[in-house]
C-alpha cells in the first residue's frame, strides 16, 4: 500500500476543480487509456493580460493522478502563463506533501499537460509533438526530450528514478540502455554524442497512435458493423499490428474477412498507411 | 465504519478454531518435536495429528506430505527436484498466468540456467487450450506446471487431465494449488499428479506455514537441506503453531468444503449480477462456468483500478486491481494481459475474493456503495461517451 497524505488524500477525495470549460481557449492533454493514466487540461486565459481566469480537468488514473491534477489546476488559477509555466513537477510533489518515487510520474504528467495547453493557446505544436524531439521508450511514448527536462529539473541519475519519473522503460525495458545515455549527456558526463539516428524518424507516438485508432474505431468503424448486427473492440497495438476481436453477428459472418479488411482500409486512410489489422480470438 | 474483507484470494482471517488450538503452542506447549524429553518430544504428535488431516483433505497419505514455510517454498521445492531428478531433460512446461512463485522461478531457471520454458497460452475466458497442452509437452518435458485455479480470476484448469498426458510423455507434474485447496474437493490418490503446492493462510490458518504434496513413488531431491526433520526432505526445526493450526483449518475445510462452496458461490453470482446490472460498461474477466465459487474479477471500464480501490476502502471495503498502479508496476496484470483483455478495461478490474465468512449483509452493502463509486470516477474520467478527441482542437 502506498503512503499517501493527508493533503493527496484530500485531493483524491474532494478533487477541485473537476470538470470542463465550455469557453476554454486551451486544451492541453496528456498520457491515454493504454498507459492507465490520462490528463485533460481545459484553461480560460484572458489574451490581454495571459492571466489564467480559470482552470479545470478531466483525469483517469490512480489517486496520485487525481489529486496531481486537482493540485495543478489550485497552483496555475489566478498566475499569468508566464508565472505558471515555473511551477514544476517538483512544486505540485510539495504541494501534496510528497509523493511515492514511483508516483512522481503524476505530478509530470501535470507539468507537462499544462506545457501542452500553453502550446495549443499559442497556436504551437504540443511540446510531445516537437519534430527535433526523438522517441525514446516506445511502450509509453516517451520522448528524449521529456527525459532529458525531468533528469535535469529533478536532478535524477538512474534509470530507475527516470521510470518514476516518465514512465520511461517501465514496459519491455528495451530503452534502458539509451535512457542510460541521455542521463550522462545531461549530468554531462558524456560530451555530444549523438544517439544512434536510426529511430530518430518520428512520426506518431504509439499514445498517439492508439489515440486515433480508439477515435477512428468508435466513431467511423462500429457504428458501420453495428448497423449489420456486428461489432469490434480494439484489443492492442503492437507496433503497427492493431488487434481487434470481432462480436456479435461479426463473428459468425462469412465475410468476416473482409469486414477485417474494411477495418484495415478505413485505419490506413484515416490513421496510419503502415497499419495493418489481425484478428484475435476474442 | 465497518469492514467487508472480499480479498480472500490474497490472505484469509485465521478461522476462531484455529486460533483457539494454536494458543497453547507459544506459552505451554512450546518445545521442539525432535527432542529426546517428553516436554518437547510429545509434540511430534501433534504434528503427525495435523499431517493426518491434511492429507485427509487432499486425499493422500501423510507419507505424502511435507510440512514448510508456505506456498512459494513448496513451488520452488517441486520444481526444483523435478528438474534435479530428470536430469536429461532441459523443458519445462507452464502457463503464462501463474503466480510469480512459478512464473519468476520459471524466468529465472531459463536466465541462469538454460532450461527451455514452453509457456501455454490462455483464451479470452483464461481457458487452456488443450492442443496446445499436448503439443507443448513432449519426452523433452522435465516438469509441467500448471496452477489448480488462478488466484486473479479464479479459472479453474484442467489438472488432473493435463497430468495424464504428462505421465504418458513421462514428464512430472506440479500443480500450485494455493488458491484451489479447501474450496474444490481434490482426491489425489486417483490423480497421476507428482506434486502439489498449499499455502495456509489462505484457508483460514495461519501466515508462514505451507505444505508440498509429494506422491508416493515420486522421486525427490531436498531443496532446504538441514537436519532430519520431515523424514529428511525438509531441514528445519517445525512451525509447530503453524502446522497444528494448518492441521485444523484443513479439518473446518473439509467439513465445510460442500455447504461453504455452495454458499460463497450464490452470494459471488449475487454480487455479479448486482454489480453488472448497477454498472453499464463492466465485464466479468475470466470463464464463468469453470471457476472457483468464491472469486469474481470485473473490468470496469473507462477507470483505474487505484482509484476505485482508494475509495472502496474509504468504505470499509477491502478487494484487489490487476491494474498497474497498484503495483508500483507500469503494466497491469499479467494474467489479464494474456487473456488480451482490452486495455479499456484491464487497468479498471476489480477482483472480489469471499470467504465461508462472507455474509449477505457484507455482499448487499457492496452492491449499494461500488456503483456511485465507478459513477464519480467516470465522471471526472476524460475518456468513455464521446470523448475521444486525441489532441488540442481550439487554434
Known amino acids: ?220 468503424i462500429r457504428p458501420m458493423l453495428q448497423q449489420d448486427g456486428g461489432d469490434v473492440e480494439l484489443i492492442d497495438l503492437d ?20 469486414t477485417r479488411t474494411g477495418i484495415e482500409t478505413k485505419l490506413k486512410e484515416l490513421v496510419h498507411p503502415d497499419l495493418f489489422v489481425e484478428e484475435v480470438e476474442g | 465504519m465497518r469492514t467487508v474483507y472480499l480479498d480472500n484470494n490474497a490472505t484469509t482471517m485465521t478461522a476462531p478454531e484455529v486460533f483457539e488450538a494454536v494458543h497453547p503452542y507459544f506459552l505451554e506447549r512450546y518445545g521442539n518435536p525432535s527432542s529426546m524429553h517428553s516436554f518437547g ?20 497419505t501423510p507419507q505424502e506430505i511435507i510440512f514448510t514455510s508456505g506456498g512459494t517454498e513448496s513451488d520452488s521445492t517441486a520444481i526444483m527436484s523435478a528438474l534435479a531428478t530428470m536430469s536429461d531433460r532441459r523443458e519445462i512446461v507452464t502457463t503464462r498466468v501463474e503466480h510469480p512463485a512459478v512464473l519468476n522461478l520459471c524466468k529465472h531457471l531459463a536466465r541462469t540456467k538454460g532450461y527451455v520454458v514452453r509457456w501455454l497460452s490462455v483464451d479470452k475466458e483464461g481457458k487452456l487450450n488443450m492442443d496446445e497442452v499436448r503439443n507443448q509437452i513432449t519426452d523433452q518435458t522435465a516438469v509441467v506446471s500448471v496452477m489448480w485455479a488462478n488466484n486473479e480470476t479464479g479459472v479453474i484448469f484442467p489438472v488432473r487431465e493435463i497430468a495424464e498426458i504428462a505421465y504418458e510423455r513421462g514428464a512430472l507434474v506440479h500443480t500450485d494449488a494455493v488458491q484451489a485447496v479447501g474450496k474444490i474437493p481434490m482426491n489425489l490418490d486417483s490423480s497421476s499428479i507428482d506434486f502439489l503446492s498449499l499455502s495456509g493462510h489462505k484457508l483460514h490458518s495461519v501466515k508462514g506455514v505451507g505444505a508440498l504434496y509429494i506422491k508416493k513413488g515420486t522421486r525427490f531431491s531436498p531443496f532446504i537441506i538441514g537436519g532430519h526433520q520431515e523424514s529428511d526432505r525438509r531441514g528445519g526445526t517445525e512451525n509447530v503453531p503453524g502446522i497444528v493450526g494448518l492441521g485444523v483449518a484443513a479439518s473446518l475445510a473439509l467439513q465445510e468444503l460442500n455447504p461453504a462452496g455452495l454458499r460463497m458461490r450464490r452470494l459471488r453470482d449475487r454480487l455479479q449480477k448486482g454489480l453488472l446490472e448497477a454498472v453499464p460498461r463492466a465485464r466479468v474477466n475470466g470463464n464463468l462456468e469453470s471457476r472457483l465459487p468464491n472469486t469474481l474479477n470485473i473490468g470496469f471500464e473507462f477507470v483505474e483500478g487505484e482509484a476505485i480501490l482508494m475509495r472502496m476502502d474509504d468504505k470499509g471495503i477491502c478487494a484487489s486491481s490487476g491494474s498497474a498502479c497498484t503495483s508500483g508496476a507500469l503494466e497491469p496484470s499479467h494474467v489479464l494481459r494474456a487473456m488480451g483483455v482490452p486495455f479499456t478495461a484491464v487497468h479498471g478490474s476489480i477482483r472480489f475474493s469471499l470467504s465461508r465468512y462472507t455474509t449477505e449483509e457484507d455482499i448487499e452493502y457492496v452492491i449499494r456503495e461500488v456503483p456511485g463509486i465507478i459513477e464519480f470516477l467516470r465522471s471526472i474520467s476524460p475518456f468513455g461517451r464521446e470523448n475521444f478527441d486525441a489532441a488540442c482542437t481550439i487554434h
Not at chain 1, 497556436?123 to 522517441?135: K, N
Not at chain 1, 499490428?241 to 468476416?256: D, E, I
Open chain 1, 1 to 220: 500500500m502506498w503512503e499517501y497524505s493527508e493533503k493527496l488524500k484530500d485531493h483524491f477525495f474532494n478533487p477541485r476543480n473537476v470538470g470542463e470549460i465550455e469557453e476554454c481557449n486551451a486544451v492541453g492533454e496528456v498520457g491515454s487509456l493504454a498507459c492507465g493514466d490520462a490528463l485533460k487540461l481545459f484553461l480560460k486565459i484572458d489574451p490581454d493580460t495571459e492571466r489564467i481566469l480559470d482552470a479545470r480537468f478531466k483525469t483517469f488514473g490512480c489517486g496520485s493522478a487525481i489529486a496531481s491534477s486537482s493540485a495543478l489546476t489550485e497552483m496555475i488559477k489566478g498566475k499569468t502563463i508566464e508565472e505558471a509555466i515555473k511551477v514544476t513537477n517538483q512544486d505540485i510533489a510539495e504541494y501534496l506533501g510528497g509523493l511515492p518515487q514511483e508516483k512522481m510520474h503524476c505530478s509530470v504528467m501535470g507539468r507537462d499537460a499544462f506545457a501542452a495547453a500553453v502550446a495549443c493557446y499559442r497556436g504551437q505544436p504540443a511540446p510531445r509533438d516537437e519534430i527535433d524531439s526523438r522517441l525514446v521508450c516506445e511502450c509509453f511514448g516517451i520522448s528524449d526530450e521529456q527525459i532529458r527536462n525531468v533528469v535535469k529539473e529533478n536532478n535524477l541519475s538512474t534509470v530507475e528514478q527516470v521510470t518514476h519519473y516518465t514512465k520511461a522503460g517501465g514496459g519491455c525495458g528495451q530503452c534502458r540502455e539509451n535512457i542510460v545515455s541521455i542521463i550522462s549527456q545531461v549530468r554531462g558526463e558524456l560530451k555530444k554524442q549523438r544517439p544512434d539516428e536510426t529511430r530518430s524518424r518520428r512520426t506518431m507516438t504509439n499514445i498517439q497512435k492508439i489515440a486515433r485508432i480508439q477515435e477512428v474505431v468508435e466513431k467511423e
Open chain 1, 239 to 258: 507496433g503497427n499490428k492493431v488487434l481487434v476481436a470481432l462480436r456479435g453477428l461479426c463473428t459468425s459472418c462469412p465475410s468476416a474477412a473482409l
Open chain 2, 41 to 60: 518430544g510429545k509434540l511430534a504428535r501433534d504434528v503427525a495429528v495435523a499431517r493426518e488431516k491434511l492429507a485427509e483433505l487432499l486425499g493422500a
